[in-house]
């Protein structure tokens, strides 16, 4: 079992940065991929940044590449999406998810974080 905790949304305005952090608790978070997850308004929850569970692998989707990475430290059990360059339509709940499978992580997987707002101001 894993457990996961977001933490470090917010209000930001367009053309700023926001730092998300996930911290798990389990000592087998080392071998899970993670992915960042986000819900907007109206919109279905799409995967935003994904990372292997050795953390060499990520991939992203085309609408935030150049401006989030994702990474993680096992040593910490946390995770981490940097955003930068934010506009509105970045606004959503974000959610953290980990997967047993140490390669990616899908809508599926078995393990969520509860959430956390992320409101970018025009």
């Known amino acids: 079992q894993v457990q996961l905790v977001e933490s470090g949304g917010g209000l930001v305005q367009t053309g700023g940065s926001v730092r998300l952090s996930c911290a798990a608790s389990?000592?087998?978070?080392?071998?899970?991929?993670v992915g960042w997850f986000r819900q907007g308004p109206g919109k279905e929850r799409e995967l935003v940044a994904g990372i292997n569970a050795n953390g060499r692998g990520t991939n992203y989707a085309d609408s935030v590449k150049g401006r989030f990475t994702i990474s993680r430290d096992n040593a910490k059990n946390t995770a981490y999406l940097q955003m930068n360059s934010l506009t509105p339509e970045d606004t959503a709940v974000y959610y953290c998810?980990?997967?047993?499978?140490?390669?990616?992580?899908?809508?599926?997987?078995?393990?969520w974080g509860q959430g956390t707002q992320v409101t970018v101001s025009s």
């Open positions: 389990g000592r087998t978070f080392s071998t899970y991929a």
């Open positions: 998810a980990a997967d047993p499978r140490d390669t990616h992580v899908v809508v599926t997987s078995p393990y």
